[in-house]
């Protein structure tokens, strides 16, 4: 028998899926895998039967108990995503937290602790001035090294060395045409800071 890649994805996910019920009815957990398979083959079906889409994303998610998840799945399966074939065509269907919402501490959880964190310990730090001589405005990112900025960037430092500006990862600074700016920087110790 040949099978097309889809074909065969089809029936790994009916084979995980009768798992997952066989598990079921013995008053066995099921893990990510099995309850993602399970949820899978119910929106398969579902679809294969031209069931309404808004019907099929409250139904799929309710063939898992929640009392059958292993602790964690919820945290680990935040949304599920699977092309289902319906009469009219393939369309993608989307279910967000479809074993609920995790509980506070799980698996992948953040814990904040309720004090200040300094950003690079120990590091070097001095005052720059950053003027843009070009004729667009120009955005500077956190960790990209002061002698790697765009030419049109004039940067005057008071120590010498290499420095990053002394921001959180992802944010950046805006600087426009004819605009100075005067900034917190870093060192940069390695190449990886």
């Known amino acids: 028998m040949h099978l097309t890649p889809r074909e065969r994805e089809r029936l790994e996910v009916a084979a995980g899926a009768d798992l997952a019920r066989r598990r079921i009815a013995r008053g066995a957990r099921l893990g990510a895998v099995e309850a993602i398979a399970l949820v899978c083959d119910e929106v398969q079906e579902m679809a294969w039967d031209d069931v309404p889409l808004a019907e099929i994303l409250l139904r ?4 898992v108990p929640r009392d059958r ?9 935040p949304a599920i995503e699977i092309e289902a074939l319906f009469p009219h065509g393939t369309v ?3 279910l967000a937290a479809p074993f609920g919402p995790p509980p506070p501490d799980s698996a992948g959880s953040v814990r904040s602790v309720n004090q200040q964190i300094e950003l690079a310990p120990g590091r070097g730090r001095a005052s720059a001035t950053l003027r843009n001589t070009g004729t667009l ?7 990209v090294p002061l ?14 060395g290499r420095y990053r500006l002394d921001q959180q990862a992802g944010s950046s600074v805006k600087i426009d045409p004819g605009q100075q700016r005067q900034v917190r920087v870093v060192q940069i110790v390695s190449d990886r800071s």
């Open 92 to 94: 993608l269907v989307h």
């Open 60 to 63: 799929a998610p309710a063939s």
């Open 69 to 77: 998840l292993l602790p964690d799945v919820p945290a680990l399966v």
């Open 137 to 143: 405005p120009i955005w500077v990112s956190s960790h």
């Open 147 to 160: 002698d790697s900025l765009n030419h049109a960037i004039e940067v005057s430092v008071e120590r010498p």
